[in-house]
Structure formats: C-alpha cells, structure tokens
C-alpha cells in the first residue's frame, strides 16, 4: 500500500515569516494529494489539495507543490498568523470515481509565535 | 448542528468490555470511514462503507467491526476492548463523485483502563 512521510513533526516560526512542510509518497499512481488543517479538539478539515496534472496550486497564503518523479509534495503558507496554529496532515491516494481511501502522513504541529 | 456527529465524545471503559462508538451524518453523502488517530501515527483507516450494503476494510480493521444501519449511520464496535486501542477515534464523511474532500466529525476519545 501506499506510505507516506512528512517532515518536520513540528515546527514553530514567528509571525509573519513563510512555513513550509514537506511530504513524500511511495505509490506512483497515486494522483490526488490534500492537506488537512486539524485545530485543538476538531477533527480534519480540508485546506488545499493538488491533482497529479498539476505542479502547483495557489489559495490565498497558502501553495501547494508537487514534484511527480521525485513523489514529493509541499505545503507553503506565507505571511503567517497565529490562527494557523494547528497540526497538518497530508495525505495521497489514487483518486478514482468510488475510491477515496486516503494514505495520511503522520502530521506537523505547527507554532505561529506573536 | 454539526454535520457529522459523534457520540460518545468521551468513553473511558475497561479491558474486555464492549464499546460502541457511533456516527450520525446530515450531510446527504454516502460515503462514510471511521479513522483512528494516534500521536505520531497520523490517521489511520479502520473501516469504509460507500453505501448501505458496502463495507471494507481499511489498514487496521483487526479488533473492530462495524454497522451501516442507513444512509446517514455508521457505527464502530470494539468486540472486546484491549488497552492499546485507547485512541481518538474519528468519523468521516464523502460524497459519490465529489473532489475528495472528506468531512470529519469531532472525535471520539476512547480510553481503554
């Protein structure tokens, strides 16, 4: 089955600099890749996610990266502030109509300090 | 209200005893997963169900069973609970078709003494 990695497992960053965390995925036919926002007692929440046809993929303060032939995927947020603190996951499957069996790396805590 | 509704939020029980962990959704999807989540583990899947009369398993359905009693019902079981399977334990949700996004409840956290 598929395996994914995420790095780093935390990170802190002070307000208003650039947060980058980085994924890889093991599955070449993977082709659907999200990242899931989890605040302080919710569950996951959908944030941005990228299709294999795509290198990049832009919301606001926050990008997506993929990188196909070396299976990694990157999530950046600039500009950021405290209400990003959270823990992000990201995730990879092999998107099909009847399949959405997500593979989810293991999560960043993310500290935006004031 | 929200969209995809746990319940119990928060069960602490012990070895050997019989859990039921339910999910409500009034999101219309047919879609439903039950996840476990463990610091440093991430999420990971127990169970699927794409509609009523379709259940799978997922990465790490061993020591759980589960019930699609309706569209909008899916409920997970622990036969006899061992102290390893203390976790937070989520529900989701997906629609036939969509982006992919799936929608989850808030958790349920289950302590096994």
């Known amino acids: 089955g598929e395996n994914v990695e995420q790095h780093p497992s935390t990170l802190s960053v002070q307000e208003g600099d650039s947060a980058v965390i980085k994924c890889t995925y093991s599955d070449s036919a993977s082709n659907y890749f999200p990242w899931y926002k989890q605040e302080l007692g919710k569950g996951p929440q959908l944030i941005i996610d990228i299709r294999s046809n795509v290198g990049e993929k832009k919301d606001q303060r926050i990008a997506v990266t993929l990188n196909k032939t070396a299976k990694h995927f990157s999530l950046h947020i600039t500009e950021t502030q405290p209400e990003d603190s959270a823990v992000y996951f990201c995730?990879?499957?092999?998107?099909?109509?009847?399949?959405?069996?997500?593979?989810f790396g293991t999560g960043t805590r993310l500290t935006v300090i004031p | 209200d929200a969209d995809v509704t746990q319940t119990p939020r928060n069960r602490i029980t012990k070895t050997g005893k019989r859990i039921m962990l339910e999910c409500s959704q009034t999101k219309g999807h047919d879609r439903m997963y039950w996840y476990r989540q463990d610091p440093g583990l991430g999420l990971r899947l127990i169970y699927y169900?794409?509609?009523?009369?379709?259940?799978n398993k997922g990465e790490i359905s061993d020591g759980y069973s589960v019930s699609r009693q309706a569209q909008a019902k899916f409920s997970l079981s622990l036969e006899s609970a061992i102290p390893n399977q203390t976790a937070l334990y989520f529900c989701?949700?997906?629609?036939?078709?969509?982006?992919?996004?799936?929608?989850f409840g808030e958790g349920s956290r289950l302590t096994v003494l």
């Open positions: 989701a949700t997906s629609d036939l078709g969509s982006t992919g996004e799936l929608f």
């Open positions: 995730a990879a499957s092999y998107f099909q109509t009847g399949a959405n069996n997500l593979f």
């Open positions: 169900s794409f509609d009523v009369k379709d259940i």
